[in-house]
């Protein structure tokens, strides 16, 4: 795929976002427990089969360009808004399908990590969005735990909070469709967002990049 190419998908994708009201601003908690000015709903997307189908479509087609169909034998997806991206992205590839739950069970296998999962499997996580990578980390651990391999995760958005920084440590290359910058930028420049919500969001991302040079 061309620069340009993959460029345009990336400003369709922040176009469709805006399409379907996922984006907001005010002030929000966050799964980290953070607080931050704006919010992206990335669990809404599936309520949309056009804007799904679309996306789950750049997913796979960015899996097999940047990751590789060789590299990688099974698709997991992270509880809990990353389990139905993760399912169709799987179908479109012809790749096994599991799903990391949120905590034990207490009966039947007791296990964290459902569908067939061997010893030596290579796990490719999808998460829908990526913050600080704590969710990302967790699941890894978990398929881990079972015999799985697990070196890469992709994600629809990175919110560029350190996530690919932490996970990269844990021995996890991210890869994104989208950069938060990005959907920024895009958004702006079609006159979706004005000049103070972009601002807003590259503070953030400043912010929290500087808070995490200093740590």
């Known amino acids: 795929m061309s620069t340009k190419t993959n460029e345009t998908k990336k400003m369709e994708m922040a176009k469709i976002l805006h399409k379907i009201d996922a984006l907001k ?6 799964t980290s427990g953070k607080a931050s000015p704006y919010y992206i709903d990335l669990r809404v997307v599936p309520s949309f089969p ?23 034998d099974r698709v997991a997806g992270v509880p809990l808004a990353g389990i139905p991206f993760a399912s169709q992205i799987a179908y479109n590839l ?9 905590g034990i069970r207490l009966h039947g296998r007791k296990r964290r990590v459902e569908g ?8 490719l996580l999808v998460d829908d969005l990526v913050t600080t990578g704590l969710t990302l980390n967790r699941a890894a651990k978990a398929v881990r735990a079972e015999g ?10 990175d ?9 990269k440590k844990n021995g996890i290359k ?10 920024a930028n ?30």
């Open 25 to 30: 601003f005010g002030v929000f908690k966050l």
């Open 50 to 72: 056009d804007a799904f189908r679309q996306i789950c479509d750049f997913y796979a087609e960015q899996i097999t360009n940047e990751i590789g169909l060789k590299n990688f």
């Open 94 to 102: 012809g790749k096994p399908f599991l799903y990391v739950r949120k």
């Open 116 to 123: 067939i999962l061997s010893s030596g499997d290579r796990v």
């Open 148 to 157: 799985g391999i697990v070196e890469e995760a992709i994600a629809l958005l």
């Open 159 to 167: 919110r560029e909070e350190g996530g690919k920084e932490k996970l």
């Open 174 to 183: 991210l890869y994104s469709l989208l950069r938060m910058s990005e959907v």
């Open 186 to 215: 895009t958004l702006f420049e079609i006159e979706a967002i004005d000049e103070e919500s972009r601002k807003t969001i590259l503070k953030q991302i400043k912010k929290i990049a500087s808070k995490s040079g200093a740590s």
